[in-house]
């Protein structure tokens, strides 16, 4: 096991700590009125409603698979993926421990997604949709709607900008916690490669059911000042909003 965790990399596809926090969450029953509290902490950036921002500074996680979003916690809070900004939320102190990754990332996977997300250019789609039935399809696919057991995101209606940044990162190495077989597959990619599979995967349309309403607010967070950021959350010190109270169990 010392050996796996010291080279896993190089040998494991997207390892996963032995016994870590995303084994442990994934046992647990999540409660989706914790999830929601803890949600609020993440609003400051990921908006009430889970969308992001369009321009890929903050991805889409609403509707997202919970197996992912419990992988992604524990490999940013064990600094086993680089989230500067968003690494101090995850403490035990704002987030919690195991319990919490667990109820928030249900509370998001039932999030319905949005119906305008960032797209790419629209050039040379159907060549895009042929990369990505040759390349993609096996893990995330046929949709795009991820693989719930081997914690493979979805990526169908994520922001352009967001998916072409994370290609990016997992081919070159700089996202650490990527998947070994799929950074080898994807390093002959050519810069149009990779901007038409992704245009192509930001309109893959998700099911009706996972849709939102054109402009629909989430009404769990009524008191969010929306007002206060008009497009894109600003990027310096973000304010943390205090995380209630844990109810007494
Ligand atoms: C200060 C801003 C900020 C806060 C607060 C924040 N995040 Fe993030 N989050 C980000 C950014 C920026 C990224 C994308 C990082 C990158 O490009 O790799 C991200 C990425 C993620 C991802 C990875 C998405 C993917 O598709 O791989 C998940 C999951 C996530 N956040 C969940 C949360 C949760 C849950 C909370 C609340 C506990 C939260 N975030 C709070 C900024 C934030
Ligand atoms: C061998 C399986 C495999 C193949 C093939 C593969 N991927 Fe992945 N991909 C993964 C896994 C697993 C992850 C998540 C790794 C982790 O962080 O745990 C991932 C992550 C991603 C992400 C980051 C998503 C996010 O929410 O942060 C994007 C974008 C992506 N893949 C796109 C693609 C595209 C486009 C192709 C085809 C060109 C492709 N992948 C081929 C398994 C694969």
Same mark, same amino acid.
């Given at each position: 096991m010392a050996l796996a965790l010291g080279c896993g990399a190089a040998t494991a596809v997207s390892p996963v700590e032995p016994?870590? #926090?995303? #084994?442990?969450?994934l046992k647990l029953t999540p409660n989706l009125e914790k999830g929601k509290n803890i949600y609020m902490v993440?609003?400051?950036c990921h908006r009430p409603e889970g969308w992001g921002s369009d321009d890929g500074h903050y991805p889409q996680i609403a509707g997202q698979?919970?197996?992912?979003?419990?992988k992604q916690l524990a490999d940013i809070r064990r $600094?086993? $993926?680089d989230?500067?900004?968003?690494?101090?939320?995850t403490s035990p102190r704002l987030l919690g421990g195991v319990q919490e990754i667990a109820d928030v990332a249900a509370y998001i996977e039932r999030l319905p997604m949005n119906p305008d997300n960032g797209v790419g250019p629209g050039y040379e789609l159907a060549y895009g949709e042929k990369l990505y039935k040759e390349e993609c399809v096996d893990c995330h696919g046929a949709r795009g709607e991820g693989n719930l057991a081997d914690h493979v995101?979805?990526?169908q209606g994520q922001h352009y900008r967001y998916l072409v940044r994370q290609f990016e990162w997992i081919r070159s190495g700089k996202r650490r916690n990527a998947d070994s077989k799929m950074v080898k597959q994807i390093q002959r990619f050519t810069p149009r490669d990779v901007s038409v599979v992704m245009d192509y995967v930001s309109r893959i349309k998700p099911p009706a059911e996972k849709l939102a309403e054109h402009g629909w607010t989430n009404p769990d967070f009524p008191k969010y000042a929306r007002q206060a950021m008009p497009y894109t959350p600003r990027l310096q010190k973000p304010v943390a909003p205090q995380r209630p109270p844990a109810p007494a169990n």
């Amino acid at each position: 096991m010392a050996l796996a965790l010291g080279c896993g990399a190089a040998t494991a596809v997207s390892p996963v700590e032995p016994g870590g #926090e995303y #084994e442990q969450a994934l046992k647990l029953t999540p409660n989706l009125e914790k999830g929601k509290n803890i949600y609020m902490v993440c609003t400051v950036c990921h908006r009430p409603e889970g969308w992001g921002s369009d321009d890929g500074h903050y991805p889409q996680i609403a509707g997202q698979l919970a197996s992912v979003t419990i992988k992604q916690l524990a490999d940013i809070r064990r $600094r086993n $993926r680089d989230n500067p900004t968003m690494f101090p939320f995850t403490s035990p102190r704002l987030l919690g421990g195991v319990q919490e990754i667990a109820d928030v990332a249900a509370y998001i996977e039932r999030l319905p997604m949005n119906p305008d997300n960032g797209v790419g250019p629209g050039y040379e789609l159907a060549y895009g949709e042929k990369l990505y039935k040759e390349e993609c399809v096996d893990c995330h696919g046929a949709r795009g709607e991820g693989n719930l057991a081997d914690h493979v995101p979805a990526v169908q209606g994520q922001h352009y900008r967001y998916l072409v940044r994370q290609f990016e990162w997992i081919r070159s190495g700089k996202r650490r916690n990527a998947d070994s077989k799929m950074v080898k597959q994807i390093q002959r990619f050519t810069p149009r490669d990779v901007s038409v599979v992704m245009d192509y995967v930001s309109r893959i349309k998700p099911p009706a059911e996972k849709l939102a309403e054109h402009g629909w607010t989430n009404p769990d967070f009524p008191k969010y000042a929306r007002q206060a950021m008009p497009y894109t959350p600003r990027l310096q010190k973000p304010v943390a909003p205090q995380r209630p109270p844990a109810p007494a169990n």
